[in-house]
């Protein structure tokens, strides 16, 4: 009897044991693992930009209508008293260039007339009279060019600036310009050596910066 239960113990626990496989094998999983093996909703691992992050930004653009029109990325500031501002030093500036420029071409006109070997043709200056020698004709070259590059270098940087200020103006309109900015001032003491045993009074000054 002995022999025959052992015998139908162990032919039980074959019989049974493909049984305990399968139910340890199907148990459900654990909610982590479930949150593990979720598929992924951006797989390919892309970034993804916000509405925020398309495009340029509004100083961006602001720069970008100043350097292809002069004056517009201040419109679109909305900072329309800077416009009158920006043509008139840009139409003074181009003033003075077609002045020097032209005062230029003078002088060097009359100062190849004067160094040609040619007794038939005489220097002259529109709307100057008198004799003039090469020296003075030549000097007179140099310093109108001189002047004519000088004033396309201010235009060159009054350009630049018109761009720069476009782009900082867009920036500070985010900022709150109201009267409570201000400077706070308010008295305080000071340890002047690190054994702190000195005291000495001093001044604090705190300003306040707030974006909008």
Avoid at 60 to 76: E, K
Avoid at 122 to 133: D, E, L, R, W, Y
């Amino acid at each position: 009897m002995d022999v025959r239960g052992a015998l139908f113990g162990i032919l039980s626990f074959c019989l049974l044991s493909p049984t305990v496989s399968v139910m340890a094998q199907t148990a459900p999983a654990r909610p982590d693992t479930i949150a593990l093996t979720q598929p992924s909703s951006n797989p390919e691992g892309r970034i993804i930009k916000t509405e925020k992050d398309k495009g340029l930004s509004k100083p961006g653009r602001a720069a970008l209508y100043s350097a292809i029109i002069p004056g517009a990325g201040q419109f679109y500031n909305k900072d329309y008293w800077k416009i009158p501002v920006i043509y008139v030093i840009g139409g003074t500036i181009g003033y003075f260039i077609v002045w020097n420029d032209g005062y230029y071409q003078d002088y060097r006109k009359a100062y190849l007339a004067s160094v040609d070997d040619n007794p038939n043709t005489v220097p002259t200056i529109p709307g100057k009279t008198g004799t003039f020698s090469s020296t003075a004709l030549l000097n007179g070259r140099n310093y109108y060019r001189r002047n004519r590059d000088l004033s396309v270098i201010i235009a060159f940087l009054a350009y630049g600036l018109n761009v720069m200020e476009a782009n900082v103006g867009a920036h500070l309109n985010n900022f709150d310009v109201s009267d409570d900015l201000s400077l706070n001032w308010q008295p305080n003491v000071f340890q002047m050596s690190q054994t702190g045993v000195i005291p000495a009074p001093g001044l604090t000054l705190n300003f306040r910066f707030k974006a909008k």
